[in-house]
């Protein structure tokens, strides 16, 4: 049954309403920084404290587009149109975010959230219809030009232009994007704000664990990420280039990068795939996060974090939830002191679309396949150095179904390497088992994990079938920006349908 109230968020904690800072607001946000780790610390030593039953939420994360293809910069009013609390703005004009309400885990989670999806969804298309737009689930609009992508496009609001200006100001010299794929030409591009992030949408699952198991959990996420990752991929092209099965992996962590060139062989990037395996828990990735980046928004709040654990309550951490939202791990730490007050893993590597069906599947898998990797992740860390794990991800975000990732399916847990697809079909009844630990009813897991089997057997993900149809209309003699189109529009099409992407022709 669903969990009443609102939806499951990173959030950035305090409400943003300035946006020049002096350095003694960086002395003092850091000094509420460690208050807040301490308060954590005590709050996790509080008997009970996050206990209760898993739940998931997510956030789905939308184009906005014109008849024509081309981004539509009209995010509030859409919104306006729109009216619901579950909806917000993303950094672009052109980007807005779906929040559903959390279910518990257990039942028939993805059906209560493919139908609240589906609800908020048709919200947005009637919204965005009445401003003459279209919405478009995609990882990267493959029609995105340019021209798109400048200052001006960054939604009007105190938060992102805060953001952008925070990483220029770490950072202190332009946003260099330099991607490499398929076509021989590699791109490259040259940025001063952070308007690129908006090139990106993803379909974000979090899922709330006790804290006594956060460790095992989140290191079975870092582990179950690649493949899942593999069968997912579904941002092939960015301004009409063909990249990677998952170009928003190597896009996001460019645009995002406060690093000067300077710095990059020598800090951790900020957004990463991760730097070891947690040994003690959630509040070791808070203070890594703090430790090792440096504040972007730095307001602070009224409450004194530390007196409101000792006097018995729930501290809101307001301060460490704003900069653990700019720190971009693609499995990230949450705390939340709603519904009682938890923490839960954010898992943010899925992209957007193309179908709620297929994004529900992905969400299947990759949850079931961490909660059923979870009982023997301690022993799986002992002999899977965390490097094999970090460069399995680049794999699978760089080739899909074609990598060849590493796992341990020899004798005592050796490792050995094997393509994503065939350990795709080792890894689904791992899941299932996963899931039923649970107690996902399982029709609804097999229903779901058929959709990733059925995927796999054809070799077509979402990524896939764009390159195919654009292979097919450029054999017709279609320039690349006009077959993009044209594929978007097919894409379309089949979307609204949401009948499962390998399931989708490659011939019009």
């Known amino acids: ?125 009637r919204a965005a219809a009445e401003h003459g737009g279209r919405v478009a689930m995609v990882g990267i609009l493959p029609t995105l030009r340019e021209q798109d992508l400048h200052r001006g496009a960054i939604t009007d609001t105190p938060r992102y232009r805060v953001l952008s200006e925070g990483l220029l100001r770490l950072r202190q010299e332009p946003f260099v994007i330099h991607l490499t794929g ?51 991929g579904n941002s092939p092209v960015f301004l009409g280039r063909r990249l990677w099965e998952e170009t928003r992996v190597a896009l996001v962590e460019q645009t995002a990068d406060d690093r000067d060139e300077a710095g990059r062989g020598r800090r951790v990037p900020r957004v990463a ?121 680049y794999k699978a975000a760089r080739h899909g179904l074609d990598a060849e990732l590493e796992w341990p399916l020899g004798p005592d847990d050796g490792l050995q390497r094997v393509g994503a697809g065939e350990l795709v079909g080792h890894l689904l009844p791992v899941a299932r088992e996963g899931l039923g630990l649970a107690d996902v009813e399982a029709g609804e897991a097999d229903r779901l994990l058929d959709v990733v089997a059925g995927r796999v057997a054809a070799r077509q993900t979402g990524a896939v079938w764009q390159r195919a149809l654009l292979d097919s209309f450029e054999s017709k003699r279609l320039e690349r920006e006009r077959a993009l189109a044209e594929m978007l529009e097919r894409y379309l099409e089949l979307s609204d349908s949401d009948r499962p992407v390998h399931t989708w022709p490659t011939e019009r």
């Open 1 to 125: 049954m669903p969990v009443p109230a609102r939806g499951y968020s990173a959030g950035m904690g305090v409400q943003i309403d300035r946006e020049t800072f002096e350095e003694a607001d960086y002395v003092r946000f850091g000094e509420r920084l460690e208050q807040c780790l301490t308060a954590l610390r005590l709050l996790l030593d509080r008997p009970g404290f996050g206990t209760g039953a898993s739940t998931i939420g997510a956030e789905l994360e939308l184009f906005l587009i014109e008849h024509d293809g081309h981004p539509l910069p009209a995010n509030k009013a859409v919104l306006a149109s729109a009216d619901d609390e579950h909806l917000t703005p993303e950094i672009d004009k052109f980007n807005l975010e779906v929040n559903p309400s959390p279910s518990c885990l257990a039942g028939q989670p993805f059906s209560v959230l493919g139908g609240a999806m589906r609800e908020l969804l048709e919200r947005v298309r």
């Open 182 to 232: 398929l076509d021989p030409e590699p791109l490259q591009l040259v940025r001063d704000d952070a308007v690129l992030e908006g090139a990106n949408t993803s379909f974000q699952v979090h899922l709330r664990v006790d804290p006594d198991v956060f460790t095992d959990a989140f290191n079975a996420a870092q582990l179950a990420v690649a493949p899942v990752l593999a069968a997912a």
């Open 273 to 393: 795939f991760g730097t070891r395996w947690v040994s003690h828990g959630v509040l070791e990735l808070f203070e890594e996060s703090v430790r090792l980046h440096e504040p972007v928004i730095p307001i602070v709040s009224d409450q004194d974090p530390v007196a409101t654990v000792r006097a018995g309550g729930l501290p809101d951490l307001d301060e460490l939830r704003l900069h653990q939202g700019t720190v971009w791990r693609w499995n990230r730490a949450v705390y939340d002191s709603g519904y009682g007050g938890h923490v839960r893993i954010e898992l943010r590597a899925l992209p957007a679309g193309p179908t709620i069906t297929d994004m529900l599947a992905n969400a299947a898998f990759l949850l079931g396949l961490t909660l059923g990797i979870t009982p023997q992740t301690r022993r799986w860390v002992r002999s899977f150095p965390f490097a094999r794990a970090h460069a399995n991800f």
